[in-house]
């Protein structure tokens, strides 16, 4: 613990003696969790969704536990993109004999946690071996790196461009001179599981000093080059004058061409000034980290509030140029095309489960984000035919199951984020519920028709069996059905909103399909084999990773899994005590190890707040009528995911900010059970850590200019709601609408020990 504190609290403590009044930006750890890092978690030298996420790298193979981990010893590379199925340009300075051909293992270099300062935008570090210190920060596509070399010896940058990097192998690359201090070259992504087309990415490399000397490498030899390297396994150096103290290096990217990444330099840095960048990487995020103003509250919660919402804001990313233009990889061959709107076009997982946690936070305070993403998505229907679930590299993944982006786009519509085309969004989202939609992809199936979705046994059943044939994984009908139904829920609502009375009334209709997988015998929603017989040897919980017709959970946490219809789900429970009771039940025993399924055993507890499929149970006790159970056991969560130390933090999967963002949720005392997408939005209150939280309004967007959050009384350990007021008035409901949110105002909540089980049951 010691040793963590000296990394980043260093920093902090500067700030204190200097008297300098501390900013959002100055509460985030970004080395929380890295224990166990996933490529494209940590990015320390990285705009907001930034094209360039650079970082330093100990470990390069697999999408998991690979990137930064922090209790790796060594650095093995500083690579520039750290994406979704992307990774690629990585740098490494040397010193000495050029080793470069000998691969990574060869060149790596001990580092120490003593001497490193990390922070949002910036990240160094001393490379041991070599005695040079390393400084990293960029701006949106150009990585800047400055070097200063403390010892003796030749001077060298390898540029390993055709390494194994993450999760796939580069199928070829090459490095050209261009001048004494300037490189250019292209690498090709080979294709992966997830991301079936290979990904050409073109970088621009300038440096301040001349190099001395270029060469290359094919196959773990040196060549003979002209100025030239390209290949197969193959990388580039260069070298400086022995003398040489102090390096800066630029590069920048573009996935369109080498034209397109040197117009992204001259764009974005036209100079040299290390300090200018890293100063203006640090305002911009304190920017977007303002918008959420908290007080009150202790230390520790505020680094954790400023730490879920850095990476809420993080681990998607940018893939288009400063003028637009993004490759489209949806057809035969790469396509360059323009991003509708003056939006940029984004690389990103799936948003599978972000209806309970980025859809609710980014509408709120992010609404251009949100719009950026829409128009990212319907760009890509109109290029490939679907709304996508999880892009990369103008490919589409089917990572995931269902159409998640239409939670999306009805939580943006009905918020008034609609700067998209609304009715080719609506076509292609309303494609997507039927047989040769996106739902009809089971995970990773790429082919196409497709089937592994089951959309030919939902639309003729009314729900998905066990058994469907074929590749594609995540084929779980149970979980299928359940979001199949909330998916039609949504889908109703921008009907609705859109004045499409005929298909409102079908999609209501059929978003009672979760009922077909309730068994009355168990109790549980329960899966059914091909013939419609519930299957056997059924357990609510089981130790593994997913139970057999759930995804990535189990019965316990997916018979909960009916955010648009709780009235129902409690009728088939038995009435709202008798659900009541199951829930609170299920929080009983999850409370004995809350941890029981972190690392990936998703099935093994009651509840699991470390993978998307549970994360609104807590809430569900708002919507149920008992509001005092939300306030305890939200707090109950809040508290168990409450370390940033690097071996805390999330304890399961941070899919690109979404267990962040549900992290600031929790902190600030809102929710929405239903993902925000009914055609009149509204929250759900629970007792916020702060004594006071404020939302800074989007003025293109909302008409209010602030809306704030007060807790009267100690929030910390009274987590009671006693009574309320809003803008001045008795408020007496745990749903707050949006509209009164989006107008500006205040809500003021008085908190005490015990619950008032009278405040807030509608």
Known sequence: MLRWMTVWTTLLLGLHLSGQPRQPVDYVNPLTDTHQSRWFYFSSASRPFGMVNLSP???????????????????????????WQLSGVPVMPTTGEMLGHRGMDATQSSFSHATEEVAPGYHKLHLDRYDVDVELTSTTRVGLHRYRFNGEGARHLLFDTGAFLAHDSTDYSMVHRVS?????GYVIMGPTHRRPKPVKLYFIAQLDQNMTAFGGWRAGSPVQTDGEVAGKDVGAFVSFDPTLTEL?????LSYTSLAAARANLAAELPHWDFERVRRESREEWNEMLSRVEVSGGTEARTVKLYTDLWHALLGRRIVSDVDGSYVDNTGDTAVVRTASNGYPHYNFDAWWGSHWSLNILWSLVYPEIMAGFCN???????????????????????VMIGDPAVSFFAAALNKGIDDFDVEAAYEGLRKNAFVGGIRDHAGYEHR??????GMQYYEERGYVPEGIEGPGGHKDGASMTLEYAYQDWCLAQIAKRLGKEEDYTFFMERSQNYR???????????????????????SPVVDDFSARGFCEANCAIYSHYVPHDLPGLMELFGGRQAYLDSLNGSFERAAEDWLKSADKVHAANWVDYGNQPGTAMAHLFNVAGAPWLSQRWVRAVKDTYADTTAYGGYHGDED???????????????????????????????????GEVVFHLHPDYYGGERFTIRTVGQ?????????ATLNGRSWSSVHLPFVTVAAGGALELRVGELPNTDWGVD
């Open 448 to 453: 196409t028709p497709a089937y592994g979705g």
């Open 656 to 690: 690109q900010g979404q267990m962040g963002a549900l992290g600031v949720l929790l902190a600030v005392g809102l929710f929405s059970v239903d993902g925000s997408a009914a055609v009149e939005p509204s929250y759900e209150i629970t007792t916020p850590v702060f």
């Open 376 to 398: 990212t998505m319907v760009d890509m229907y109109r290029n490939g035919g679907l709304i996508p679930r999880g892009p990369s590299g103008g490919n589409y993944t089917y």
């Open 715 to 723: 929030p910390e350990k009274d987590l009671y709601i006693q009574s």
């Open 248 to 252: 800066h290096l630029k590069v920048a």
């Open 516 to 538: 077909n997988v309730w068994n009355p015998a168990t109790g549980y929603m329960h899966p059914r084999e091909m013939d419609g017989s519930w299957i056997d040897d059924f």
């Open 180 to 184: 004494p201090r300037e490189l250019e």
């Open 57 to 83: 790298d100990t470990n390069v193979r697999g999408s998991w536990k690979s990137g930064y981990l922090y209790d790796s010893t060594t650095v093995r590379c500083f690579s520039h993109v750290h994406a």
